[in-house]
């Protein structure tokens, strides 16, 4: 039987999976393997295991191609029920036929798509005894191998309506695109929330919180996986669940349990609330320096033999804030903790992104939203030396990202700098001579840009060659084509030129896999360590390895049904998004120093061997948002910087500080 489902592609088709690699969801049997549907002969076949709804099959073409043609020659154990899909990257799948009348034989199905993966899903069997399952003799896909280059145009006019305590109602203007736009993806602030296919302009997103900010955005995707830039940002904040002025009461019997040189361990009995108690904050002196859930917790990064007054305040989801407990004194005692004191160096109203050290210890930072560079000194007094040319914001987290001087800055005086352009990302350097910036020179163009997951960290190894961690451009599949610098850690000689000893011939490539990289750096072994985003369920510490695949966007952390496959490398740590969200990485004495933007604190994890011993938080809602961290080789400790206020690509509408975190 033969159906027409759309034109086929204009140049003649060829058997594009012969004996290309298959997986399956069973076998029947050792006689039965998924190979047996694509080897040629009709006296092979592969069977699913009996009594098994759904099951499937799909075959990898290799590349992506324009599928004009599936041919499936079925044996007695047919589909009654099934549908044939076609996707880029093999997590998400696009229907381009379906059936429930199946009757076995030959279907010659003339379709139309672009894909590197095309499945046969079976749901429902022709045969419904336990003695049967699924069972193909060939499964042939036709059509010619093309690359389409081309995203489809953004999506217009993103609008929200129906706003409740639990849900919205999004809409869009439709996008165009050469091959037609098969999918639309639903972001909040860089996490993929929901898909629709690309004739559906409106969705209702469920499973809000009340009384939230949301920031939703649309992206258009193609058959090729080619993904459009974002449509304008949507912003809604969820109305509260009931109507609720009532605070909580006041916590009580605030004491101190224990006190070292640097910190301060309080508890304190829990308090009441109409609806429920959400959480607490610690105040100093009027300020926050702290906020959990629960009815403890530790004040880090104070002054040693220092008194300090402590309230604390209960609050509750729709943000009413308690009474002051009872307030404490507590005296810190002499000497220095392993994380000691925090001191502030200067503030901020941008987004300070990169920062490298200078020879004279004074620092350079990146402002992210201003494109400007800024030096400032141990004692905060700053100053522009220069704003970086042709850099482009997002309205979102591009813009001027990430900084790293030349290992023989005293000579050549390179600054190498990472930023978003009106097209790309890109990675340039400039000379940084008598304090001020030279002229730009481009070293590596084409990384795709979006609104978020730009990625942006630089850091130049012991072997001398320049590291970049890139983002995946909110398309995952580039994760995983090694012909893409997205979703990779690039590596490249110091000039701009692939290193000869790079994993994949001519390639920047050094790893791949990964969704959005904020953090880079060395250990004393000249290993390269890295922090990720995830998206809605592990963010990952990762210890890279040349020519490593880490699994996204098929794995995320150890959850995904592809985790188990042996040819992705395992993550050292993961967290739950909502205690990490890394910004940035550092180390030193082989500590790793983790910065969290979601989470609000900072990680530090001593190296052992091929992991770390057991991460512990400090400074937990102490500054808010976390971006950078690097050594200061002046005071021995941290440089760490905050990003409040940061998701708008606007110069200085920021409220940040630039931080000194002694170490002992």
């Given at each position: ?175 165009t695109d050469d091959k037609g736009v098969v999918a639309y993806d639903i972001f909040n602030t860089g996490q993929l929330v929901k898909t629709v296919n690309g004739s559906t302009l409106s969705t209702t997103i469920t499973g809000l919180t009340p009384n939230t900010n949301y920031g939703f955005y649309v992206n258009a995707r193609d058959g090729a996986g080619n993904v459009s830039q974002a449509s304008n940002t949507v912003s809604v904040k969820t109305p509260p669940d009931v109507v609720d002025d009532e605070p909580p009461t006041a916590p009580g019997i605030l004491r101190s349990t224990a006190s070292t040189a640097n910190s301060v361990s309080l508890a304190w009995n829990t308090s009441s609330d109409n609806i429920g108690v959400k959480g607490y904050n610690v105040y100093s002196s009027g300020e926050q320096v702290g906020t959990t859930t629960g009815t403890s917790t530790t004040i880090s990064g104070l002054q040693a033999n220092t008194t300090y007054p402590f309230t604390v305040k209960a609050f509750d989801a729709a943000g ?345």
């Open positions: 039987m033969t159906f027409t489902i759309a034109p086929a592609a204009t140049a003649a088709p060829v058997l594009l999976s012969q004996n290309k690699p298959v997986s399956v969801s069973t076998t029947g049997g050792s006689g039965y393997a998924g190979g047996n549907a694509v080897d040629g002969s009709t006296s092979t076949r592969w069977a699913s295991q009996k009594n098994i709804d759904p099951a499937w099959i799909y075959v990898d073409l290799g590349s992506v191609a324009a599928v004009s043609q599936v041919k499936l020659t079925w044996d007695l154990s047919c589909a009654k029920a099934y549908r044939v899909e076609l996707s880029t990257n093999a997590t998400q799948w696009s229907s381009i036929y379906e059936t429930t009348s199946g009757d076995g034989g030959v279907d010659d199905l003339t379709i139309g798509g672009n894909a590197r993966y095309v499945r046969v899903f079976g749901t429902t069997r022709c045969r419904t005894g336990s003695a049967y399952g699924y069972s193909l003799q060939e499964f042939q896909v036709y059509g010619t191998v093309g690359a389409d280059t081309e995203p489809p145009t953004t999506p217009g006019n993103a609008r929200a309506s129906e706003v409740t305590s639990t849900s919205v109602k999004l809409e869009w203007d439709a996008s009413n804030l308690s009474p002051n407990s009872n307030q404490i004194s507590v005296t810190t005692k002499a000497g220095g903790d392993v994380i000691g004191e925090v001191k502030q160096v200067t503030t901020s109203t941008d987004v300070p992104w990169g920062l490298v050290n200078l020879p004279d210890g004074s620092a350079l930072y990146a402002e992210r939203d201003t494109h400007k560079i800024t030096r400032v000194t141990q004692s905060g007094t700053k100053n522009t030396v220069g704003t970086v040319s042709n850099v482009s914001g997002t309205d979102g987290e591009g813009g001027l990202l990430g900084l790293e001087i030349s290992p023989t800055f005293a000579q050549d005086h390179w600054l190498y700098v990472y930023h978003t352009s009106p097209s790309d990302n890109r990675i340039v350097r400039i000379k940084y001579e008598n304090g001020a910036l030279g002229q730009s020179q481009v070293l590596l163009t084409g990384i795709v840009r979006n609104k978020f997951h730009n990625g942006g960290r630089l850091r130049f190894g012991p072997d001398g060659k320049l590291y970049a961690g890139v983002g995946d451009g909110q398309s995952g599949n580039r994760a995983q084509d090694i012909n893409s610098l997205n979703g990779k850690i690039v590596r490249l000689n110091p000039d701009g030129s692939v290193p000869s000893d790079n994993p994949f011939p001519g390639k920047y490539v050094w790893s791949l896999g990964h969704r959005n990289i904020e953090g880079l750096a060395f250990d004393s072994q000249g290993r390269l360590w890295e922090a990720e985003l995830g998206n809605s369920v592990m963010d990952e510490l990762n210890l890279i390895k040349k020519g490593g695949n880490y699994g996204w966007p098929s794995c995320e952390g150890t959850s995904g049904s592809e985790c188990g496959n042996t040819s992705y490398t395992k993550p050292v740590r993961t967290w739950g998004v909502s205690s990490a969200s890394p910004g940035g990485l550092t180390i030193v004495n082989d500590t790793l120093f983790m910065s969290c933007l979601r989470g609000e604190r900072l990680y530090r994890m001593k190296i052992n061997g091929s992991g770390t011993d057991t991460p512990v938080a400090y400074f937990q809602g102490a500054y808010g948002r976390l971006r950078t961290v690097e050594p200061n080789p002046v005071t021995g400790g941290l440089w760490l910087t905050t990003s409040n206020g940061d998701k708008d690509s606007t110069g200085n509408n920021s409220n940040t500080k630039i931080l000194n975190v002694a170490l002992n």
